[in-house]
């Protein structure tokens, strides 16, 4: 408890952070566009929803190089870490929800703009993927009326941000950081073979 804590508490360390990668940026923006044209023109794009899926890879890929890069040099801090993702996530999160809330009292029927309201109290607790999965069955409502459908993913990911570092660290510290260094030797090797492939067609 006593290592723990003092992780928690470490404010003046640092998180190891990759450079930036315009080649992330760019699958970034194939994911989004993706995802709005399968939304927007179904027909279209049929397997536009992948982008998501997209999402969750280079969301997985940047935050265990963080964690693994942070662990290794001994820099790593909970509280950055976590601060970081408040600072990204919340702003957009709580003027989504608060739209949300304002817009349904105008738009929705009672038990409508009831259900919404557990969707924002699913939304503000990082577990909407498990909520809209208690709901769905034959008797479920459409999902025109259920404006926080998308925060399903966003759910997925925070509770990857929540438990992951919490795994890497507990691994790192009571098991041979070499043990976890040799499950991720392979994926290093190959970004920087794949790095010399691509300076090699410039």
């Not at 409508?112 to 479920?140: P, T």
Request: a positive charge.
């Amino acid at each position: 408890m006593t290592k723990i804590s003092s992780q928690l508490s470490t404010a003046e360390v640092h998180l190891t952070h990759p450079k930036y990668r315009p080649d992330i940026d760019g699958l970034r923006a194939i994911a989004v566009l993706s995802v709005v044209i399968f939304h927007a023109f179904p027909s279209l794009l049929k397997g536009g929803f992948i982008g998501v899926d997209i999402f969750f890879v280079i969301s997985g890929f940047l935050i265990s190089t963080i964690l693994f890069s942070s662990l290794e040099k001994d820099q790593f801090s909970f509280i950055e870490f976590y601060a970081r993702r408040v600072k990204r996530i919340f702003p957009a999160l709580l003027l989504v929800l608060a739209s949300c809330y304002l817009f349904g009292w105008f738009v929705l029927f009672a038990d409508e703009y009831k259900q919404l309201g557990k969707h924002i109290a699913g939304g503000a607790g990082f577990i909407s993927n498990f909520v809209l999965w208690d709901e769905s069955g034959y008797f479920d409502t459409t999902a025109e009326i259920k404006p926080l459908l998308h925060l399903w993913s966003l759910g997925i990911e925070e509770q990857f941000y929540i438990f992951w570092p919490l795994i890497l660290w507990a691994a790192w510290k009571w098991f041979a950081p070499n043990w976890l260094l040799s499950l991720t030797g392979p994926l290093k090797t190959f970004t920087m073979r794949f790095r010399a492939r691509r300076m090699s067609w410039k």
